[in-house]
């Protein structure tokens, strides 16, 4: 399981639009309400790909020498994706949270 690339689209936008914006006190109603939900749209594809079955929920080990070292590489690698995925949606959660407090 890789970071999907619609994700790293989203994040690479929204980090744009952030950064175009600033400072976001003085940004248009407009301007905040849509990375408000470009940011909430984020944290829900975040969560989707969190709870998506996975390599890790369905490995099954194979039986010779090689192909189980492969079958480790690939259990490692989702693991360190779905931990990616982890600290990534507690991340754009909080960034959520902060610009809902931003007054539009």
Do not use: C, H, W, Y
């Not at 999907?4 to 400072?23: C, G, K, M, R, Y």
């Amino acid at each position: 399981m890789a970071i999907s690339p619609n994700i790293l689209a989203e994040l690479a936008f929204l980090q744009a639009q952030v950064d175009a914006a600033n400072p976001l006190a003085s940004a248009s109603r407009a301007t905040l309400t849509a990375i408000k939900l470009n940011a909430a749209q984020l944290v829900s594809d975040i969560q989707d790909a969190l709870v998506a079955p996975s390599i890790l929920d369905t490995f099954v080990a194979p039986v010779d020498g090689t192909s189980i070292v492969q079958g480790i590489l690939t259990v490692s690698q989702a693991a360190i994706d779905q931990n990616r995925l982890s600290l990534m949606r507690g991340l754009t959660g909080r960034a959520a949270a902060n610009l809902n407090q931003v007054p539009s």
